[in-house]
């Protein structure tokens, strides 16, 4: 399936360990929206070459998925919601899967009702943990309790596809917290979980924090015992461990097997981990077209006033064989599938196949089916992993 991500970089609050582009001037919604919507208009003719040779919504791999990312757009208002989706159905057309990231707070019963009056038939909601001192410590906005209300408020509307990410590793976190995490996200049986270590990245205020001793990092080993207990808990619970960070529940068991991968699993973060084109919308949204990788200004206020002029904010590399290669490395073989080796150039399935030599003799990867794909053990050490297998 084509994707379509269109940035909501409006935040109420900033989180201490966000990396994303967002920005607290909820002043500027209004013109924001006005200026995606012109976008897409803008680049219309860059999504009929986008879906032209692509499969039809009905046939199999076919449609369009749309996410709604951010930042929050839960933020935005009824109005701008709908005259959002008023223009994507008129410049796109229906989509096979509709994700929006919301809040827990912001899913009152006003707001549920807004959705469901809308297309979106998938709700993925930053829950990050059960504990609410945590929560302060992130400075997420919402309580536990407010997640567990929102699940019932989106099911009470029909919405049968969510889900929740979860956060582990943080500082002073023990094995049973997280083990208190994993029974709370599994009791609301939801479709779909997403769940990270936390990470200090450069320029946040976690960063600083560490940087600065206020708070320490968790060891590698108790962090490694965090992520194998995610996997237990969730394989036994019945959710398919798809890709590194994300599990999708998985269908009834008929006769002992088990049939196609989940039909939970992220259509649209799919396409990235699948090489699929996607056209990304709004301030530093991305955009790739098997070609070509470009992305739009990281600037609200510059965005807005070059879409208004009638001019795209945006820079772009051309991508050659080499790059594709790397990008292939560390998308596809985050995967369950991995990478099919029958669909390589024989330069780059030899070299493939000649580094990750030392990987397949650790047992770290494994090939089957004509597919390499990290094992278990592989899982705790990808990066290092992938890293062997970059072409220099």
Same mark, same amino acid.
């Given at each position: 399936?084509?994707?379509?991500?269109?940035?909501?970089?409006?935040?109420?609050?900033?989180?201490?360990?966000?990396?994303?582009?967002?920005?607290?001037? &909820?002043?500027?919604?209004?013109?924001?929206?006005?200026?995606?919507?012109?976008?897409?208009?803008?680049?219309?003719?860059?999504?009929?070459?986008?879906? $032209?040779?692509? !499969?039809?919504?009905?046939?199999?791999?076919?449609?369009?998925?749309?996410?709604? +990312?951010?930042?929050?757009?839960?933020?935005?208002?009824?109005?701008?919601?709908?005259?959002?989706?008023?223009?994507?159905?008129?410049?796109?057309?229906?989509?096979?899967?509709?994700?929006?990231?919301?809040?827990?707070?912001?899913?009152?019963?006003?707001?549920?009702?807004?959705?469901?009056?809308?297309?979106?038939?998938?709700?993925?909601?930053?829950?990050?943990?059960?504990?609410?001192?945590?929560?302060?410590?992130?400075?997420?906005? /919402?309580?536990?309790?407010?997640?567990?209300?929102?699940?019932?408020?989106?099911?009470? @509307?029909?919405?049968?596809?969510?889900?929740?990410?979860?956060?582990? +590793?943080?500082?002073?976190?023990?094995?049973?917290?997280?083990?208190?995490?994993?029974?709370?996200?599994?009791?609301?049986?939801?479709?779909?979980?997403?769940?990270?270590?936390?990470?200090?990245?450069?320029?946040? !205020?976690?960063?600083?924090?560490? $940087?600065?001793?206020?708070?320490?990092?968790? $060891?590698?080993?108790?962090?490694?015992?965090?992520?194998?207990?995610?996997?237990?808990?969730?394989?036994?619970?019945?959710?398919? /461990?798809?890709?590194?960070?994300?599990?999708?529940?998985? !269908?009834?068991?008929?006769?002992?097997?088990? +049939?196609?991968?989940?039909?939970?699993?992220?259509?649209?973060?799919?396409?990235?981990?699948?090489?699929?084109?996607? @056209?990304?919308?709004?301030?530093?949204? /991305?955009?790739?077209?098997?070609?070509?990788?470009?992305?739009?200004?990281?600037?609200?206020?510059?965005?807005?006033?070059? @879409?208004?002029?009638?001019?795209? !904010?945006?820079?772009?590399? &051309?991508?050659?064989?080499?790059?594709?290669?790397?990008?292939?490395?560390?998308?596809?073989?985050?995967?369950?599938?991995?990478?099919?080796?029958?669909?390589?150039? $024989?330069?780059?399935?030899?070299?493939?196949?000649?580094?990750?030599?030392?990987?397949?003799?650790?047992?770290?990867?494994?090939?089957?089916?004509?597919?390499? /794909? &990290?094992?278990?053990?592989?899982?705790?050490?990808?990066?290092?992993?992938?890293?062997?297998?970059?072409?220099?």
């Amino acid at each position: 399936m084509a994707g379509l991500y269109i940035h909501i970089p409006f935040c109420a609050s900033r989180c201490i360990y966000c990396g994303f582009y967002s920005t607290t001037l &909820l002043d500027l919604q209004d013109r924001y929206i006005d200026a995606v919507c012109q976008e897409m208009k803008m680049r219309k003719q860059e999504r009929i070459e986008l879906t $032209k040779s692509l !499969p039809l919504k009905g046939e199999v791999g076919g449609g369009l998925t749309l996410y709604l +990312g951010g930042g929050t757009p839960s933020q935005l208002s009824a109005e701008n919601l709908q005259k959002l989706f008023y223009n994507i159905n008129k410049v796109y057309g229906e989509a096979s899967e509709i994700t929006i990231e919301c809040n827990p707070d912001d899913l009152t019963d006003e707001y549920v009702a807004v959705l469901a009056q809308l297309p979106v038939n998938r709700v993925s909601m930053g829950a990050q943990t059960f504990s609410d001192e945590r929560l302060r410590f992130l400075h997420r906005r /919402h309580t536990a309790e407010q997640v567990r209300t929102a699940v019932q408020r989106l099911r009470a @509307i029909g919405i049968r596809n969510i889900s929740i990410d979860l956060m582990f +590793g943080f500082p002073n976190e023990t094995l049973d917290d997280w083990a208190s995490d994993i029974n709370e996200a599994l009791a609301l049986d939801v479709e779909h979980i997403s769940a990270y270590c936390l990470m200090y990245e450069e320029g946040t !205020p976690l960063y600083e924090k560490f $940087k600065s001793a206020k708070v320490q990092k968790l $060891k590698e080993e108790t962090e490694r015992l965090m992520y194998e207990r995610l996997i237990d808990r969730l394989e036994a619970a019945g959710y398919e /461990h798809y890709e590194i960070s994300n599990f999708a529940k998985e !269908p009834p068991l008929w006769g002992g097997w088990r +049939g196609s991968p989940s039909p939970f699993r992220s259509l649209h973060n799919s396409n990235y981990w699948n090489d699929t084109p996607y @056209i990304g919308l709004g301030a530093a949204a /991305h955009s790739y077209d098997g070609q070509t990788r470009s992305w739009n200004v990281s600037d609200i206020r510059e965005y807005i006033d070059a @879409i208004e002029r009638g001019q795209r !904010p945006f820079d772009y590399e &051309l991508l050659n064989d080499d790059s594709r290669y790397n990008d292939l490395i560390t998308t596809a073989l985050r995967t369950r599938e991995g990478i099919n080796l029958t669909t390589m150039e $024989k330069k780059y399935k030899d070299y493939l196949l000649e580094n990750a030599r030392p990987s397949l003799e650790r047992n770290l990867l494994r090939i089957d089916n004509q597919h390499i /794909h &990290l094992t278990r053990e592989g899982l705790f050490v990808s990066d290092d992993v992938m890293s062997d297998l970059i072409w220099v």
